[in-house]
């Protein structure tokens, strides 16, 4: 869940998964699609600055987070989607990435 990390540390972080991953790399991660899942990840947000007094999240899009893995050479062999359907009590649509090295 790259969205945690600040937007600073994230491709310092995905460099270091390819550094000590074998060959794969798996990032679940959430994904606003629609204005609705704005307003939820908003709510994540203040939960996770509360609970964890986590740091500005940092949500992107699909295209986003692949062009951020693209830049550190991390390929894209999958992306399985979690439809918002799949938890009634977090109802934003998420995917997992698969990545290779």
Known sequence: MLHHAQEIDQEPLLLEMARVADSKIIISENLAVHSVDRLLQQFHEIEAK??????????????????????????LLDLISIPRSAAWWYPIPRCYFVLGT
């Open 50 to 75: 509360t609970d964890f007094q986590s740091a500005k999240l940092s949500f992107k899009s699909q295209d986003e987070w692949i062009q951020n893995f693209e830049k550190v050479n991390l390929r």
